[in-house]
């Protein structure tokens, strides 16, 4: 089992940053992949970024090329999303996963329960 606490989140206005934090303890979690993704209100929940276990391989959804960076370190236990240029359509819950490596939500067995990024105009 892996429990997972993400943390960052906030208000910020466009063209501002904020980097998120997943904080994982529980089951070895080196030996995971990690993703994050997110929901805004009356939308399916939807990739945003994914970092297999190794850290060697990272995907960035098209809608975050270019301003978002995932990173991993596996001596604090904890993957990060940096988050650059934000836009207000970055408005969302964002939420870190783990599990396998990919953008579909189905392949992650582990979530955290989520922090809200606002993006205002």
């Known amino acids: 089992q892996v429990q997972l606490v993400e943390s960052g989140g906030g208000l910020v206005q466009a063209g501002g940053s904020l980097r998120l934090s997943c904080a994982a303890s529980?089951?070895?979690?080196?030996?995971?992949?990690m993703g994050w993704f997110r929901q805004a209100p009356g939308k399916e929940r939807e990739f945003v970024a994914a970092?297999?276990?190794?850290?060697?391989?990272?995907d960035i959804a098209d809608s975050a090329k270019g301003r978002f960076t995932i990173s991993r370190d596996s001596a604090k236990n904890t993957v990060y999303l940096q988050m650059n240029s934000l836009k207000p359509e970055d408005t969302a819950v964002y939420y870190c996963a783990g599990g396998e490596y990919g953008g579909s939500p189905t392949g992650y067995a582990y979530w955290g329960q989520g922090t809200q990024v606002t993006v205002s105009s």
């Open positions: 970092i297999t276990w190794s850290g060697r391989s990272i």
């Open positions: 529980g089951r070895t979690f080196s030996r995971y992949n």
